[in-house]
């Protein structure tokens, strides 16, 4: 009969933590009663502490003029090593670990010394890249229920490292990192915060979709996002990824970009370079998460630490709200920091009819009234309709197409091909503003267009309707190169 082999692959696994919590419980029942097994982790940790201490011992600068080239590439390629080895540890084995310790001690006690062996020196600058001191995500919106590691989060709360974070159904939470630096997690999303320093970031993204607000890096910082076989690295950008799981075991990642630039890399090559605005998939065209509107983190002004909070509560009735810039559900209670003053913001029914509010926030903060977002009751037996002049509508309209057009040559530079028709359905309240612009239909696939397109007309401006109601507009466009 054979020995039993012990798998080292997923022993490496269970030791980083990335197993799921089915995959552990079911390791841990193996190594109950599987000495090798037992052994062979026993190394592991062996390796990766003795791996950790080389690297946090603090010596003076070497002489590299005295360093052979070849001991310089060997360190190299470990270093890339421990780095991939705590990114994903996917298809990692521990003598990667073995190695990058054998090479650094061979660095410190090796013929690059001239005077031999060194002696501790805690004014030297150490080894290692410094990632900076730890920091921690706080809450800034929360709309429905998410949790941070099993835990109900609310407004305020902060995360730190290996936090796992899930939104449920209809739900979205806002975190803020730093000075201009947060992202947005969207609903049904798992996501793992790997990393969290002042100079180093990495997001492991389960299943879902995170959007990031990332201000500009300083030279060897990074920001990355994890989206297995993928990773998402950054500069300072406004960007999002998707990961969907198809089948049960292919995942299509999906990256769409709204300003500056992206590097998606596989086993540590560069597959694409992703400019915005534009988006990227794989597989290509993958029928992954496209957001039409890219949302954008609030609260990451220095100021926004201070902001008071304002509670929307659930109510019968009104199914979603814009306020602050951000379209949110009600299916849970809304709770999110804002400034000092008096926000406007627009409730829609279940049927899409907008109520406009608006509410006072003192520095204490503020609870929206819930009546406040219910249209007021007609007592009359017929609905009222608003109407507008169709030759207004069509000087509008007119106006608007200038805007709509800057849309359509922005998007051609990055699709010269690109044309299609478009019917975008406009809905006008009682005020002439436009409370909401959606593509009813559209058979020009390019996501940055159709986004672009709605932010033109949600701008628009009509006279007030006759009749005192809101007004429906249906608007064709077609797209064509000549």
């Not at 269970?14 to 062979?40: I, K």
């Not at 990632?131 to 941070?148: H, Y």
């Not at 605005?277 to 992954?288: C, H, I, Q």
Request: hydrophobic letters at 45%.
């Amino acid at each position: 009969m054979n020995a039993h082999s012990a798998k080292t692959a997923a022993l490496i696994a269970y030791d980083l933590a990335v197993l799921s919590s089915a995959g552990r419980a079911r390791l841990d029942r193996h190594l109950a009663g599987c000495a090798p097994c037992r052994g062979e982790l026993t190394a592991i940790r062996a390796f990766e502490q003795l791996r950790i201490e080389a690297t946090e011992q603090r010596w003076p600068e070497p002489n590299w003029e005295q360093m052979e080239l070849t001991l310089r590439r060997e360190a190299k390629a470990a270093a890339t090593d421990i780095r991939r080895a705590r990114a994903g540890a996917r298809n990692a084995l521990y003598g990667g670990f073995a190695a990058a310790a054998a090479v650094i001690l061979a660095m410190v006690g090796g013929s690059m010394w001239p005077q031999g062996a060194p002696t501790q020196n805690t004014d030297a600058a150490p080894f290692a890249f410094d990632e900076g001191a730890m920091r921690q995500g706080t809450v800034t919106a929360i709309a429905g229920r998410a949790t941070g590691d099993s835990r109900a989060l609310a407004l305020g709360d902060t995360v730190g490292e290996d936090a796992r974070l899930v939104t449920s159904a209809a739900s979205t939470t806002h975190l803020r990192l730093g000075d201009g630096t947060g992202f947005v997690i969207a609903a049904d999303t798992t996501v793992m915060l790997e990393r969290s320093r002042e100079r180093a970031t990495i997001i492991r993204l389960e299943s879902g979709r995170i959007t990031s607000r990332v201000a500009h890096l300083d030279e060897g910082a990074r920001y990355e996002i994890v989206a297995a076989p993928y990773v998402v690295h950054v500069r300072g950008t406004h960007f999002s990824v998707s990961r969907q799981i198809a089948d049960g075991v292919a995942a299509i990642v999906t990256v769409t970009v709204h300003e500056g630039i992206v590097d998606v890399t596989e086993n540590d090559a560069l597959v694409a370079r992703v400019e915005g605005p534009s988006r990227w998939s794989a597989p290509e065209d993958g029928a992954g998460l496209h957001p039409s509107v890219l949302v954008d983190p609030i609260a990451l002004a220095p100021e926004a630490a201070t902001w008071p909070s304002v509670q929307i509560p659930v109510t019968s009735g009104v199914a979603s709200i814009e306020f602050d810039g951000l379209a949110l559900p009600l299916a849970g209670a809304i709770a999110m920091r804002t400034s000092v003053g008096t926000h406007a913001g627009v409730a829609f029914d279940l049927r899409g009819v907008p109520t406009r509010f608006s509410i006072d926030v003192g520095p204490e903060g503020a609870s929206l009234d819930p009546t406040l977002m219910l249209a007021p009751v007609v007592a009359d037996d017929e609905p009222r309709r608003g109407t507008l002049d169709p030759a207004v509508v069509r000087d509008v309209v007119t106006r608007g197409m200038d805007g709509v057009q800057r849309c359509y040559q922005t998007a051609l530079m990055r699709r010269p091909d690109l044309a299609g028709h478009m019917s975008l359905r406009i809905t006008v309240d009682p005020t002439g503003h436009v409370s909401r612009a959606t593509l009813a239909t559209s058979d020009a696939p390019y996501p940055w267009l159709s986004t672009c397109v709605e932010n033109q007309a949600a701008a628009w401006s009509f006279p007030a309707p006759s009749g005192g109601a809101s007004v429906s507009l249906s608007v064709p466009l077609d797209f064509a190169t000549n």
